[in-house]
T-cell receptor, first 115, second 116 residues
Framework: AQTVTQSQPEMSVQEAETVTLSCTYDTSESDYYLFWYKQPPSRQMILVIRQEAYKQQNATENRFSVNFQKAAKSFSLKISDSQLGDAAMYFCAYRSAFTGNQFYFGTGTSLTVIP | DAGVTQSPTHLIKTRGQQVTLRCSPKSGHDTVSWYQQALGQGPQFIFQYYEEEERQRGNFPDRFSGHQFPNYSSELNVNALLLGDSALYLC???????????????FGPGTRLTVT
């Protein structure tokens, strides 16, 4: 089974600064999708950004960007110009391109934004 | 356009009891997946329903069962509740099994189940 590892249980960042959250995954598949989800205290999981494994170009969504290293099986999230509203749990997730749309999640990183 | 809705928001049950959680998918979606999120953990896949059948199942015992109705809404049933079943239960919906659009998985706000 695929595994997703987030080695940073907690991170903090000063407002307006940049922070990078780490994620590694283990798979033998050649094609898959990777996601970062945000879960604020309201509990609703919100999609932040996604990346198709076959694309070499790193995905970018406004202040959010990823560094996808397929050979290293690494998928980090960079948040630029951090805002107070970015404070939340962030989960990295993996989805196979072949075996249904089951998502495998990491254990999450709690991000605190310091005013 | 309503997103994914779940009911109830919170639930307290006693060990050994049975519980039913409900989910209505986002408009236009026909597939429902259920996840269990224990405190401090990431969501873990329980099972997925499409065309009223269980299509995929994670590593959960048979005490966990489900159903999907013709209107695509779904129920999660848990029998013989254990203390370890206390968790946030998330429902996620997608369209056409998710194969055509892998990004289209929207989550509901979850049901917090506490087993005492």
């Amino acid at each position: 089974a695929q595994t997703v590892t987030q080695s940073q249980p907690e991170m903090s960042v000063q407002e307006a600064e940049t922070v990078t959250l780490s994620c590694t995954y283990d798979t033998s598949e050649s094609d898959y999708y990777l996601f970062w989800y945000k879960q604020p205290p309201s509990r609703q999981m919100i999609l932040v950004i996604r990346q198709e494994a076959y694309k070499q170009q790193n995905a970018t969504e406004n202040r959010f960007s990823v560094n996808f290293q397929k050979a290293a099986k690494s998928f980090s999230l960079k948040i630029s110009d951090s805002q107070l509203g970015d404070a939340a749990m962030y989960f990295c997730a993996y989805r196979s391109a072949f075996t249904g749309n089951q998502f495998y999640f990491g254990t999450g990183t709690s991000l605190t934004v310091i005013p | 356009d309503a997103g994914v809705t779940q009911s109830p928001t919170h639930l307290i049950k006693t060990r050994g009891q049975q519980v039913t959680l409900r989910c209505s998918p986002k408009s236009g979606h026909d597939t429902v997946s259920w996840y269990q999120q224990a405190l401090g953990q990431g969501p873990q896949f329980i099972f997925q329903y499409y065309e009223e059948e269980e299509r995929q199942r994670g590593n959960f015992p048979d005490r966990f069962s489900g159903h999907q109705f013709p209107n695509y809404s779904s129920e999660l049933n848990v029998n013989a509740l254990l203390l370890g079943d206390s968790a946030l239960y998330l429902c996620a919906s997608s369209a056409l099994g998710g194969f055509r659009d892998p990004y289209e998985q929207y989550f509901g706000p979850g049901t917090r189940l506490t087993v005492t």
